[in-house]
């Protein structure tokens, strides 16, 4: 079954299906959907019911908007896609959702996670490195979460192995907000006006 597309705007969140030691990493992930929603947008995530995936898509449908998933067949059952919201894609691989992942997204964003979290920021920086596709990647760093692995980047650019323009396609926000404008998605006009 191919995806339905709307006139709506989607953002791809790249997170944990776990939750992490800290709360914190749940409370941001369902603030960051929250804002999601209110702003009229959508998400696109790994279609995960639990940990920091289920809490960004919770946040999403409490501000109003909509969720789509995709999750491959062989972490259906794990990552508990059963407790997913939204309308979810089941794909053969990996590879699949990743590539669905990117298609429907204007933006990407980056929550706390692990390896495949890591794995995924990385190769939408590779496809923006090789001009397979131009859109922002933002990481909220929540607590310092990333600044091991910006730190990693700044090695590598020190050591010759990343330029300086490769380094920048990985946007910081300290906030949701922050995440959201650098984005490309600013609040609207109307909603600074005061009342």
Request: with cysteine; charged share 20%; hydrophobic share 45%.
């Amino acid at each position: 079954m191919k995806p339905r597309l709307s006139k709506c705007e989607r953002v791809a969140v790249f997170c944990g299906a776990r939750p992490g030691v800290q709360s914190a990493y749940t409370d941001v992930a369902r603030e960051f959907g929250q804002l999601i929603g209110r702003r009229g947008l959508d998400l696109v995530y790994g279609a995960g019911g639990v940990g920091v995936m289920g809490a960004v898509a919770a946040g999403v449908l409490d501000g109003g908007g909509s969720v789509t998933g995709v999750i491959p067949r062989s972490l259906h059952e794990r990552e508990r896609a059963d407790k997913a919201p939204g309308e979810i894609f089941v794909v053969r691989s990996m590879h699949e959702r990743k590539a669905l992942m990117y298609r429907l997204s204007a933006a990407f964003a980056v929550l706390p996670g692990g390896i495949g979290t890591l794995d995924e920021l990385m190769e939408v920086m590779t496809w923006n490195q090789l001009s397979l596709m131009e859109k922002p990647i933002v990481v909220l760093n929540h607590q310092d979460f990333f600044t091991p692995m910006l730190a990693m980047l700044d090695h590598l650019v020190a050591e010759g192995f990343l330029g300086e323009h490769e380094r920048r396609l990985v946007q910081v926000a300290r906030t949701p907000e922050e995440a959201l404008l650098l984005c490309g998605f600013p609040e609207p006009a109307a909603a600074l006006v005061p009342a």
